[in-house]
Each structure stands twice: as C-alpha cells, then as structure tokens.
C-alpha cells in the first residue's frame, strides 16, 4: 500500500458521533467495579501461562489499517469472563450511550501484557473488524505518564501513516490510564501506539474490539480483513 491509497473516509454515523467530536477518543472510569477489576486481573494471570509473546522487528509500512506494526509484548485470548463483560448488550448498549454510536461487538477480546522494559507497539491503525477498541487497564500506571501508555494521533487522522511516523511521538497526545480506566477509541480512524514500557513496569490490559453499525453496514457492505490483536 501506497500513502496514495490511504483515504480518510469515515462513514457519516462516525463523523456525526460524540466519540469523533471527542477527537476519536474517550477516557472513562468505572465501566467494571473493583470486584470484577480483580476478577478481570485473576484472569488474565490464568491466561498469562500459555499467551505468547508477539515480536516483529519492524513495521511493514501500512499506511491505512491493519497491516503489521512493530512490536513486542505479551498477547493471549480473553476468557469467560473477559466475553461475559465485552460482549453483553448492557455493554453495548453503554458504548452508545457514550459514544453516540450503535455498535456491536467483534471476536472475543484479548490481554495484552507489557511486561518487559522497552515492550511496545507501533503506530497503527486497527483492523477493518476494529471500528472501536475498548481498552481497560488492570495495572497502576508507571511515573512516566507515557510509559507503555497509550499515544494517540488525532490531529493526524487525515494522513497516512508514514506521516505520522515521520511526525514523531511529540505529535501525539498520551493517554496513560489508571487501573480501571478506560479508553475507548475511534482505533480504525485515529493512529495509535503504546510507547515503550520503562523498566519495572508491568502494563496489563483487557481489549475488545467493535464493530461501528451502519447504514451501509446494515446493507452488507463490509470488509473482511482477518481478526489481529492489535488494539494496544
Ligand atoms: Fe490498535
């Protein structure tokens, strides 16, 4: 793909959505109470045992979604109670509410662990069955308020991704989350990364992802990219 092949073309649901006027992100607390944050944590240790450590060295120069970003961290399947929580209709219907879109929910949702110092992942945009990533932290964030935290790009949604590497990580805007902090982001649309973890730090997160439904959703017109853990 050629930067020339990358279009910024949002459906009109999304342009007209709360989440797009909130520059394609949000930060919310206490979507899941204190008892599940545990329960949500005592899962993904059990996970942790068999999830496999993601590495690619480099970045295979997508300039739209999907494609390969350079990473290297830890990534395994989110169980019962990581579906149970994700993929209810209390849950979509509060992403509504909050994001002014109608969504429902794609795959079943990953941890992704940043465990080790420098553990990362590149600027991306997600895949085509990734509208929005549903993002909760399971760990206290480090004193580095970027450490292995989420970068956001919204003031380079309308370029290619080569821009936005070009651009540099001071083109972007952190967006560290506590534990039990969630960041729900337009990821199909905004460029992200997580930036390298300090020494020390562990970051653990519950990902899912959703699909935006749409008019031209509704009428079956619809990519078919294959499923990647690579929401952040
Ligand atoms: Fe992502």
Redesign the pocket.
């Known amino acids: 793909m050629t930067s020339e092949d990358w279009q910024f073309d949002p459906p009109t649901e999304v342009l007209q959505s709360r989440l797009f006027a909130a520059d394609g992100y949000l930060v919310v607390r206490g979507l899941f109470d204190e008892e599940t944050l545990r329960d949500l944590r005592a899962e993904a240790d059990r996970v942790r045992v068999d999830a496999e450590r993601m590495l690619v060295a480099e970045s295979d120069g997508a300039e739209g979604r999907g494609g390969f970003p350079a990473r290297a961290h830890r990534s395994g399947g989110g169980g019962d109670l990581h579906w149970g929580l994700h993929g209810c209709p209390e849950m979509t219907e509060a992403l509504a509410a909050i994001c002014g879109l109608r969504v429902a929910p794609a795959g079943s949702g990953t941890y992704s662990y940043y465990e080790e110092t420098g553990d990362f992942?590149a600027v991306?945009?997600?895949v085509l069955q990734?509208d929005i990533?549903v993002i909760t932290s399971l760990t206290a964030r480090a004193m580095d308020r970027a450490a292995g935290e989420l970068i956001v790009y919204p003031g380079l949604m309308r370029e290619p991704l080569s821009a936005v590497r070009a651009a540099g990580r001071n083109a972007g805007v952190p967006v560290p989350l506590e534990r039990g902090h969630t960041a729900i982001?337009l990821?199909g649309i905004v460029p992200?990364e997580v930036a390298p973890a300090c020494p020390g730090q562990e970051r653990i997160v519950s990902i899912n992802c959703y699909h935006v439904l749409t008019a031209a959703f509704d009428a079956g017109i619809y990519g078919s990219e294959p499923m990647a853990s690579?929401?952040?």
Do not use: F
Request: proline share 0%; net charge neutral; hydrophobic share 40%.
């Open positions: 992942l991306h945009r997600d990734c990533a982001l990821g992200h690579m929401a952040g």
